[in-house]
């Protein structure tokens, strides 16, 4: 039995870092299980994208003009690149990887391990050139970029608490 008058000896975990690691948890165990069907499955996830393109081109045309529809349907091509079969299992396997790393980076903080910190970094950084590799212009960048906004925010979040980690 501890003796209710000695210190604490384990180090606790910040409450916001808990927090942080199971919005990690959250996002990436989605991330890591919607990217299944794109690595092993990709016709049936083209053949859904193509089906919600033409149920929103119909539901547009009733309130658009049709300079409007046709520049609607460029973008369309334009994002249709990301619905190729290759790009669909390259960008699935990427995805696969990244959220496992930032999984096990989580788990490895929520430890108050300092390489969990380092293991997460490097699922960011391959969530960040994935899509730029991949897919290339417009559509990779902007991706690139949102993903690097949202991993620069929360390693920045989580570099607060390195001092908590050993």
């Known amino acids: 039995m501890q003796n209710p008058f000695e210190e604490n000896t384990v180090p606790l975990r910040p409450t916001f870092l808990t927090i942080l690691c199971m919005l ?5 165990a989605y991330k890591f299980y919607d990217a299944i069907p ?3 499955t990709p ?3 083209m053949v859904t994208q193509e089906q919600a393109n033409e149920m929103m081109m119909e539901m547009m ?3 658009m003009s049709e300079k409007d529809l046709e520049k609607m ?7 249709s690149k990301l619905f190729e079969e290759n790009n669909l299992i390259a960008a699935g396997v990427a995805s696969f990887i990244s959220s496992a790393l930032l999984i096990l980076g989580g788990i490895w903080m929520w430890g108050l391990r300092k390489k969990g910190f380092y293991v997460y970094i490097a699922g960011n ?8 590799i991949i897919l290339g212009g417009t559509i990779g960048w902007s991706i690139g ?11 920045s ?10």
């Open 24 to 28: 990690t948890f959250l996002w990436n």
């Open 38 to 40: 794109r690595i092993f």
């Open 43 to 45: 016709e049936k996830v």
């Open 61 to 63: 045309s009733k309130y």
């Open 73 to 79: 349907e460029e973008g369309q091509k334009e994002t």
């Open 125 to 132: 950084a391959v969530g960040v050139l994935a899509p730029i």
């Open 145 to 155: 970029i949102a993903s690097l906004l949202n991993a620069a925010f929360f390693s």
């Open 157 to 166: 979040l989580y570099a607060i608490h390195l001092k908590y980690l050993s």
